[in-house]
Structures are given as structure tokens and as C-alpha cells.
């Protein structure tokens, strides 16, 4: 099992900047590629950005990509997920995942989320 907690969610003004965190525990942090996903009210939940287990492989989604910046620290075992130039639309809770191996949106653990507003 890997437990992760994310941190840094609230509420913002359009254009301000916020830093999630998600800090892993159980199982060795570096095994496993990186992920994040948000749930707007009334939408399904999607893909926001991953990394792969070294960071050197990063992924976006389209709506985040230029604006969003993931990374990690393996020796900290937490994973960051950088957002600037806010927009209401990105207003969702934020859940951090990992998997074993390969990023794919098939992912093994899940955290309980952060929530996210940006208030225009």
C-alpha cells in the first residue's frame, strides 16, 4: 500500500499561483510514476499532468500544459504539482496518484484530495 496526502489546495484569485504537494508513505516512492487529477462539481474526473519515477518524463494535459508544472523529490518522497495563471475552470478537487512502474492513467493508489477555487 502507499498512502498519499495532498496539501496546498484554497482559494485564489484568476492569475494567482498555487503549490500542491503530495506526500507519499509505505512503499518506496521512487518505484512509482506520478500523477495528478481533478473533479470539477458535476464533471468526471481527468488526467491534469504526471511524471515518470525519476521525473525525467513529464506529461500534460492540454487545458494545463505551459501554466502547470509537475515535478518531484524522491528523497522527500513528495511529488509537486506547480499552477500558475489560474482560471476559474480550474477550479476541481486535485488528487494525487501513483503506479507501480509506467505512468498510465491505470493507476494503483489514490490520495483523498485537495480542494482548489479560483475566484474570478
Known amino acids: 500500500q502507499v498512502q498519499l496526502v495532498e496539501s496546498g489546495g484554497g482559494l485564489v484569485q484568476v492569475g494567482d499561483s498555487l503549490r500542491l504537494s503530495c506526500a507519499a508513505s509505505?512503499?518506496?516512492?521512487?518505484?512509482?510514476?506520478m500523477g495528478w487529477f481533478r473533479q470539477a462539481p458535476g464533471k468526471e474526473r481527468e488526467f491534469v499532468a504526471a511524471t515518470s519515477w525519476s521525473g525525467a518524463h513529464t506529461y500534460y494535459a492540454g487545458s494545463v500544459k505551459g501554466r502547470f508544472t509537475i515535478s518531484r523529490d524522491n528523497a522527500k518522497n513528495t511529488g509537486y504539482l506547480q499552477m500558475n495563471s489560474l482560471k476559474p475552470e480550474d477550479t476541481a478537487v486535485y488528487y494525487c496518484?501513483?503506479?507501480?512502474?509506467?505512468?498510465?492513467?491505470?493507476?494503483?493508489?489514490w490520495g483523498q484530495g485537495t480542494q482548489v477555487t479560483v475566484s474570478s
Open positions: 496518484a501513483v503506479r507501480y512502474g509506467p505512468w498510465s492513467t491505470d493507476v494503483h493508489f
Open positions: 509505505g512503499r518506496t516512492f521512487s518505484d512509482y510514476a
